[in-house]
């Protein structure tokens, strides 16, 4: 697979409740390589999401370390995990989060002008109609069905070429058969570029598709499995 792109060396978090501290991930440790697939699945509250914002660097881990593409990132400020995020991370969430303002295509655009990417039309062009919708281009997200939002928001994810993507709940508001058509969406094109894929998902069907899959219990790790 190549080169580890992403490590998680004895990762906790804890947080102070009425109760006194509440530990929401407790020791957790895992290495991906770049082109890897993990599923992180568990039930409401066992730490999936806190997991993942701490392997995006979007949060810091009361103890442990998270080291993505070369660079730990504990010792570093919000400012500079940014730019890491900005050079090496794309997301994908369960809600879209696309412009209501622009158009699919301008949705695409939007993270590659902001790179200085001179040919941010043109990328995002083909990505739109490599997730079929080149007929769709200057539809305002109000105008696409919820799998045609998931699908821009992808083509966005992909359109700057990040060494790993985060999806959290990438089909949890999609029908079956529209969450299977984006779920083979997002494989197909994590095969093709490379790009390590690392979901949180309740579809065990999805969760099954990737390489590695661990299971969280009350933030505890009980199964690693390459399926």
């Not at 947080?15 to 082109?35: D, M, Q, R």
């Not at 969430?93 to 412009?99: A, D």
């Amino acid at each position: 697979m190549g080169a580890s792109i992403l490590t998680a060396r004895n990762l906790s978090k804890v947080v102070p409740s009425a109760e006194g501290e509440l530990t929401i991930l407790h020791e957790l440790s895992l290495e991906l390589n770049k082109g890897d697939s993990l599923a992180i699945v568990g039930s409401s509250g066992s730490g999936k999401s806190t997991l993942l914002g701490l392997l995006a660097g979007l949060d810091l881990p009361s103890s442990g370390e998270v080291t993505l593409a070369g660079q730990a990132l504990s010792p570093l400020d919000e400012d500079q995990r940014a730019r890491i995020r900005a050079e090496h991370v794309g997301f994908v969430f369960q809600s879209f989060q696309l412009l209501d303002s622009l158009n699919a295509l301008e949705n695409v655009m939007l993270p590659l002008e902001l790179d200085g990417r001179k040919d941010a039309r043109e990328r995002a062009r083909y990505l739109l109609e490599r997730v079929g919708l080149g007929q769709r281009l200057t539809h305002s997200p109000r105008q696409l069905s919820g799998g045609e939002q998931q699908r821009v928001a992808i083509a966005r994810a992909f359109a700057a070429e990040p060494d790993v993507l985060f999806a959290d709940e990438p089909t949890g508001n999609l029908d079956s058969h529209t969450g299977e058509r984006i779920s083979d969406l997002l494989f197909e094109l994590n095969k093709e570029s490379g790009t390590t894929l690392v979901l949180v998902t309740h579809d065990e069907r999805l969760a099954h598709r990737c390489r590695r899959l661990i299971r969280l219990e009350a933030g505890l790790m009980v199964e690693p499995l390459e399926p």
